[in-house]
């Protein structure tokens, strides 16, 4: 694949660093210094105004900007006939993204969102274990993610609502629901409250959500900035058993799996764990998805349709909270 | 004190052996062999009718009936001039607690309730090192409870409601739900439901409840009794760390208390951890409360008013499902 | 198989329950209490001489004594044509248990010895593992067993040496001897002493052992009764991975298997760990393979060779403590 | 403080970087793109001879070469008048370490050794508290320590004995000494051996060593290169309690201090744990404490004497081997 980076940032340099099998010809960044650092890196194209970079004969399209460019510039890359892998969650409200679910169906383009959990090996074990019916029918989901932000951490760009469409909803929140959708299939907002206690500013710190699904399935999840611990938990209960996901790596722990089946016994259950004390691989798993979607050899796993379904969770949050 | 333990169950015997400094006088079932047994081991006078055991002089009336009794026992008592230590929920909805509430003023008797969380070694401890102010003014609240049942689960006296009031809510939820006033003071019902995913019958078997306080105060409690590996596990968090409590003991795990502290730099919180790998005492010092309320050396921790207001909201996840 | 059970104390009863699905015709012990409550639990004749059990007609002796007897009745047991399952050490010295390796030879009788451990389910599953070559070729082994005794502990049996044979050493450190000999072959005493560090007395309460295999094969092994908090450890390596087995259940923790497999690329190892978080099955199991082996069907895990052998580097311990 | 810094390898910068708040007056390695980078970072004067480097007017010289240029290099150093801080192990074998005892004292100079394992704050806690005599006086250590190596890691420097004076026993092993004569006092070995198991090479790649103290003290040690999940375990047992260090950081697992207090009434501990999920700082506190010790404020603690000792000890597993 020939690729072109549009956001030269951390997560722009590890998209790049999981594409290395592939060939990067331009990478574009409005800060000079950035996008030389990454063009050094990859012996690419620099280039400073994004519609210039959606111009290049390029097979794929990367998109790791800010939250408030994400939906516009993924709409011109695939209006001008390239793939595209979006960043989550692909637009600030779903208004934003409904014409890009339009064009990529029109012009026959993968949109791939980067939900990289998706891809975390103990996730993607959990999915497939879930999938065989290992744990039975599925019941419920809980899900605690969070750390403590960092000295300084109002002054970021996450806080101006205008650039990243909100705070801890909008971002790791998205991620458990994107994970509870995956498990749970569709959900519908039944209570959700995003109050801000701890950082000073315009967006909500922790967000508390309630997902209903088909068969009173629920998802019980809560994101935070004020976690003073970082924390991932990932609990996933079927009939016959339970998943348990801990841990992402580095400073949020080993990440771990932990499968509990009852017994005909009942009492207590048969346990199995696996670790995963592995460097993130995420970033290139998912790209491997992006080109097999591409080539028609896979479907892609977590795409616009739902980033769309997600930002509709999201928005009915806030819609809440300023009714 | 002279003690009348009515109820001669598990949970009446376990009161017994916490009373064990004291005089046990009469003991009451209406199950011949079960009264016999505790009359055994007690030296107690042993009494078929609670009418008959709340006449005898004593102190104290202990009452650890099934849930349809234990508000019209109570009140009983606290009209017979005796202190009253009933078990939880005190009633099986606020309307039947309600004049016990006004009976316990009214003849200035303390009727303590017996939510013997709170007696937990862990617990006390969170409790001692929030009111000092270890973790600044409390955020919000995530607990788990629950356990996975057993074969014949169904056909226990929890699944009648007219007995019971109630499944897995007022069962293990309403504890939940009392520690979590406890902390965080008053708190009213945002959200709840009380799904039965999996046990036949007439009763919930699963809880979700969002508890809403002062300054956006939160508790968000799910209860299951399709919890299929036992789990008690109670996060506080204020402005400056986290108290968490994992395990109550024997199957629930090794009782243990985690103090989280945000340092001046942020980043990993200082970190101690204490475990209470011991026999349980809760219902001991729970007894020692009891006594020394009685004798006005301290308030009662966890009375009828605690109860009144912990059915209340019971009652208003009840109303909720089938309004 | 119709049994009969010498020393009615904890272990008699234990191995009668294990038994529960054979007959179980005489149970002996000198107290009268004991062999009365025994026999009223089996439904069998109770004894006072062990010489007139022997002579009860029996397919199997079960033997629980204390360790000054186990030899002499076991020798005597099998004379009169009986299989046995003796308690391990199966006597105090190896001159005291040569005389029945002889005899078990001679009679042709199975002589299985109760080393419970190799048959706790992470035990045995390490074992399968190993054997089928899951770490490869073995490399050594590190094992740490020890308690902190209780009150009154050096009133016990065991600190009288005539009756014990020795402390700690022959207490947990024979298990720690014969798991070390199951998973490495045979092993010579390269270093050992067994100090007593606590409790007043003549026996030891620790032994430090180092045993050495063919190919530098080495175990390395510490028992204690000076082990505040109860522990098990027993960790396998192999050139390609490693076993450790945490716990055994009760107070020394959820018996646990982690297998770690070194990776082509090393770094951080693959990762599998089972729990079995069940109540005790090693003296059914071992009861089903002392029967799998008076049947034929399968050899006896640990019998009257492995208690020679082991036996044999206890005294070599004791040897060089008195020398 | 102004310092000259021999050796600009990875621990030379991590010297450098813990001694930030001196002024760093020249580097030295013969190495030029080494001695450049690390004199660009300091601003310091880059040296290829390291007699150069010692003449060049400092207090202090710091010297990380490999282990057969450290007694030299110190030496020399001492005599022109520095005080030195020297990596451990100081040298290969005591003969040449002992002109460099004998120096510091004649000269009046600080040659403290980097030990910086004493410097962890979970051991400086246990420390602490063994010696405010939490847990009584003490009876034996355990320890365990041991990395997988790496691929290629046979044809390091540490496996050229001329250079290395050795493999795992005096890499990770003299850690294990060092600590554990900081525990318990003098040490003689009663027994060790060091052999090689897996990595092609003159050097041994584990080592078991059992050292005894006064009063049946015991330190029963493990280092290992084929252990293929990094550990670092050291338990510390004394007569009322026990002391466990879990853990160093990074892939050796968050550091962490178990403390268990034996109770009057025996049975399960009382136990507190403290973490330590930060950088580590032992390198910029050891700094300070070789600082403390040219003021006169402190002892120096773990110097030349130290690691006198200790070669002693390595040096006498060794001669075992060979003889």
Request: with cysteine.
């Amino acid at each position: 694949m020939r690729l072109t980076i549009i956001g030269c940032g951390l997560i722009g340099s590890k998209r790049a660093a999981a594409a290395a099998a592939h060939e990067i010809v331009a990478v574009c960044d409005p800060d000079p210094d950035r996008r030389a650092r990454l063009a050094q890196q990859t012996a690419a194209r620099p280039l400073a105004d994004w519609r210039e970079a959606i111009a290049v004969d390029a097979d794929v399209v990367v998109i790791a900007t800010p939250h408030d460019q994400l939906a516009q510039i993924a709409l011109a890359a695939v209006e001008a006939g390239r793939h595209v892998l979006v960043e989550k969650p692909a637009g600030r409200r779903p208004a934003e993204v409904a014409p890009l679910v339009a064009a990529a169906r029109q012009h026959k383009r993968i949109v791939k969102v980067g939900f990289n959990h998706r891809f975390h090996p103990a996730i993607v074990r959990a999915k497939a274990l879930a999938d065989e019916g290992r744990i039975g029918p599925l019941l419920f989901i809980r899900g605690r993610y969070g750390h403590g932000g960092r000295i300084g951490y109002e002054k970021e760009w996450r806080f101006e609502p205008e650039i990243s469409g909100g705070g801890e909803l909008i971002d790791q929140g998205s991620h458990l629901i994107d994970l509870s959708r995956w498990f749970l299939g569709e959900l519908t907002l039944a209570y959700g409250v995003a109050p801000t206690y701890f950082w000073p500013g315009r967006v909500d710190d922790n967000c508390f959500l309630a997902l209903a699904g088909a068969e009173k399935r629920m998802a019980w999840l809560h994101a935070s900035w004020t976690e003073w611990k970082n924390l991932f938990a990932f609990e996933i209960m079927g009939r016959d058993g339970k998943l348990t996901i801990d841990g992402l790596g580095g400073s949020y722990g080993v990440e771990r799996l932990t499968l509990h089946r009852m017994l005909p016994q009942m009492g207590p259950p048969e346990t199995t764990i696996w670790e995963y004390p592995f460097p993130d691989c995420s970033f290139a798993d998912e790209f491997d998805n992006f080109v097999a979607a591409i080539e028609g050899r896979a479907p892609a796993i977590g795409d616009v349709n739902d980033a769309y379904a997600n930002l509709t969770i999201v928005q009915a949050v806030y819609d809440r909270a300023s009714s």
